[in-house]
């Protein structure tokens, strides 16, 4: 059962702090329940300027705590730009094969990968990943644990 089914907000007016990228979702479910929304967003979410060293260390690790969709979304674009260093043409072929061999295209297969939140779950899933561990009682991070 839908949590919001049957709430009506009476024309309560609503501010959205989400990332403006990521608002329409809940600013359309406000409207749809009678409530006058606007986004007010206060941060945005920005790709690192630099690959974070960890990533030529993945092998290393057992388990990966994905904490939002944010997350996912930020790691496959790396995985993504790393996977095509093949297509840029400034980059010498030979450079090219040496960081592949070194960089992870895709996250390793002995890492187990943990999920918090529908969101994060579903943006996993939309990218095939498979999923070891989801909350049991509740998402955040100590119903992980």
């Given at each position: 059962m839908d949590k919001a089914e049957g709430l009506q907000l009476n024309g309560l007016k609503v501010l959205v702090t989400r990332p403006e990228a990521q608002a329409a979702p809940l600013l359309e479910a406000i409207s749809?329940?009678?409530?006058?929304?606007?986004?007010?967003?206060?941060?945005?979410?920005?790709?690192?300027?630099?690959?974070?060293p960890v990533f030529e260390q993945l092998e290393q690790y057992?388990?990966?705590?994905?904490?939002?969709?944010?997350?996912?979304?930020?790691?496959?674009?790396?995985?993504?730009?790393?996977?095509?260093?093949?297509?840029?043409?400034?980059?010498?072929?030979n450079l090219a094969a040496d960081l592949k061999s070194v960089l992870p295209t895709k996250l390793p297969a002995q890492l187990k990968v943990a999920a918090m939140g529908r969101g994060t779950t579903e943006e996993l899933s939309l990218r095939g990943q498979?999923?070891?561990h989801l909350p049991s009682d509740s998402f955040d991070s100590e119903g992980l644990l």
């Open positions: 749809n329940h009678g409530g006058e929304a606007r986004s007010f967003p206060l941060f945005e979410i920005l790709p690192l300027d630099t690959l974070p057992q388990l990966i705590i994905f904490v939002s969709r944010n997350a996912v979304i930020q790691t496959w674009a790396w995985l993504d730009q790393i996977d095509r260093l093949d297509d840029r043409k400034k980059l010498d072929a498979r999923i070891d």
